[in-house]
């Protein structure tokens, strides 16, 4: 699939965003550098930033190719970062001791980066991922880097309406770390209780908004200790004590040793969620269903939305339409 | 917008395609032709399209083919409106007098703050439906749904009647919170409801004869509708949530 159809569905929902930022991630981007991560940096004033990056890649591999990514000037969007892409390779011999050492590289590059290098901001860093964002609106943020002309097996989208943190290129949705993207409708107001846990991990918040800390959660728990997604989504958005109580014992022994050992995981506040990985999307909502999402199917396609309209743009005879349970995820995989 | 005697003439019924058409040259389509003295609108392609009919007033009716965005009828005062799809969030919210009719399901806090007029869902709703309704002396919301009901039916509820005619009484009712902080108005749920399910200040007792007389009008009216068989509904049992007192919060939020 190319960006058009996703183009389409965001712009029926232009009421949902402000202008201040949109965004798109599309899986499966760059074939031709499938196997090196895709390391996506806003740079400002790149003459004086660019080269504390490059040095930084240096050291902890090999950069196979480089390019500022293509854009096309629209009306109301102002340049005021450069958005630039490394393949790069990560070298395996420099971490020695961890099981995963070059997404750990990576991870390790972009804290510091976002951390230590001020006018550099790496807002991507997975395999065959590609992320487009800006401030604007949907339709011009998709212009501004012509959607058209990439073609991925996932894509995500996403209309910011900034409530309680500013607008700007680094906090438009998607966020990505690694191979997670995640876009997010409201506000997980856990953030403070979120940020902790996840910073003790080696993870730092450089975004100022409380998305990024959902890709870093995902990160911990499903690449770091190994649990399903939906075992995950539970940890995140896990049943109240009273359901727990009601399950029969093996379950409520489950959830219960979730919901204790990953209290400070929990999200609090209104939100709908969806989480891309390259093998499959993961969408769900706050316990208490405080913001919407609908699902379709249509052959092997599932989308999930906010609104049914928007699916129906990109698929007119979807036959499905489903609103799943509060904090109950919907799992797409992708099969080869 | 067309008709058979070009734009300026006076007609009775009007037909608007929306297919591409963003929600305020939609409205302005439709007030226009209120105004010259339509009686039916029918518009079809709608996609999306937001605040259809919000705040319009007269004896007028829509009918609409597709999928219309949020707010349908908002604020909306005499006209009715049958929906040929399924609706997005919030139809009927703070709707004063008339009637919606959706052949479909429809999204979270259907009849938000409804104030007057009916609706009727022939499927399933989702979250808070009937969330705030309220009534003020001849004015009485009431909310009919065919289908299934997601958790905080009638959250907050101070007024009006929800009448919940699905699921059939063999899927029992698992939605938590149904009238949490419900201090006025009723709801009414065909089958049973365990007692776990019912929300902060609600409480559960079974009709008398003269309270299912009164639903039996409005079970007649959505079989209509929808072309369902009324006997079966009429003969089921039902089961009536209200608040548990006078004033269930009184003392929540002021001191006496």
Redesign the interface.
């Known amino acids: 699939m190319d960006g058009r159809a996703i183009r389409s569905a965001l712009s ?2 232009d ?1 949902r965003g402000s202008g201040e930022g949109a965004g798109y991630v599309a899986y499966g981007a760059f074939p031709e550098f499938a196997d090196y991560y895709a390391i996506h940096v806003f740079f400002d004033a790149i003459h004086e930033t660019k080269a504390a990056v490059d040095q930084e890649l240096s050291k902890w591999g090999t950069i196979v190719h480089e390019e500022e990514i293509p854009t096309f000037e629209q009306q109301n969007i102002r340049k005021i970062h450069t958005p630039w892409r490394y393949f790069f390779q990560p070298d395996a011999r420099l971490m020695p001791r961890s099981t995963t050492p070059e997404d750990d590289i990576v991870m390790h590059l972009v804290m510091k980066v976002n951390t230590s290098i001020p006018g550099a901001l790496v807002y991507a860093s997975g395999k065959n991922i590609a992320i487009f964002k800006a401030s604007g609106w949907p339709e011009e943020v998709a212009d501004f880097y012509r959607i058209q002309d990439y073609k991925g097996y996932i894509w995500l989208g996403h209309n910011r309406y900034p409530t309680n943190t500013p607008g700007w290129w680094g906090g438009a949705h998607p966020f990505n770390l690694l191979h997670w993207s995640v876009v997010h409708n409201g506000e997980i107001t856990s953030y403070g209780t979120n940020r902790r846990y996840i910073e003790s991990y080696g993870y730092r918040c450089s975004m100022f908004t409380d998305t990024e800390v959902v890709a870093y959660l995902f990160d911990l728990l499903v690449r770091r200790h190994h649990l399903a997604p939906e075992l995950a989504v539970r940890a995140l958005a896990p049943p ?1 004590w ?2 727990i109580d ?1 399950m029969p014992g093996r379950e409520a022994y489950l959830n219960r040793a979730i919901r204790l050992t990953y209290g400070p995981a929990l999200m609090n506040g209104p939100f709908a969620i969806v989480v891309a990985k390259p093998d499959a999307i993961v969408g769900f909502t706050d316990r ?2 405080l913001r ?1 999402l ?1 699902t379709g199917t249509m052959g092997d396609r599932l989308y999930i939305s906010s ?4 699916i ?2 990109m698929e007119p005879e979807v036959g499905d ?1 489903t ?1 799943p ?2 904090g109950e995820p919907v799992i797409g995989r992708v099969y080869t | 917008m067309s008709n058979q005697w070009g734009p300026d003439a006076v007609m009775d019924r009007v037909r608007i395609d929306a297919a591409g058409m963003h929600y305020t040259p939609l409205n302005m389509a439709i007030r226009a032709a209120v105004a010259k003295g339509a009686r039916e609108i029918e518009i079809d392609h709608v996609m999306g399209q937001r605040f259809i009919a919000d705040g319009l007033k007269g004896d007028v009716r829509l009918i609409i083919h597709g999928v219309p965005g949020g707010d349908l009828g908002m604020f909306m005062s005499g006209p009715t409106c049958i929906v040929h799809g399924n609706c997005d969030h919030a139809p009927g919210n703070t709707m004063d007098s008339g009637l919606i009719v959706i052949h479909g399901s429809a999204g979270d806090a259907v009849a938000h703050s409804m104030r007057g007029g009916k609706v009727f869902v022939r499927d399933s709703i989702g979250y808070r439906g009937g969330i705030h309704m309220k009534q003020y002396r001849d004015k009485r919301p009431i909310l009919v749904l065919g289908g299934n009901f997601r958790a905080f039916l009638g959250e907050y509820m101070a007024g009006g009647l929800i009448l919940a005619l699905g699921p059939p009484p063999d899927r029992p009712i698992r939605e938590r919170g149904i009238g949490s902080g419900i201090h006025g108005g009723r709801i009414i749920v065909r089958g049973d409801v365990d007692d776990e399910y019912l929300g902060v200040g609600a409480q559960k007792s079974p009709l008398t004869r003269e309270e299912r007389d009164e639903i039996s009008p409005l079970i007649r009216e959505f079989a209509t509708y929808f072309q369902r068989d009324p006997d079966v509904l009429l003969d089921d049992s039902y089961v009536q949530i209200r608040p548990s007192s006078s004033r269930p919060f009184a003392s929540k939020y002021t001191w006496e």
């Open positions: 029926m929902m009421e109240f009273d359901e009601r208490i269903k919407p609908v609104e049914e309209a928007a129906r743009v339409i609103m349970r509060a």
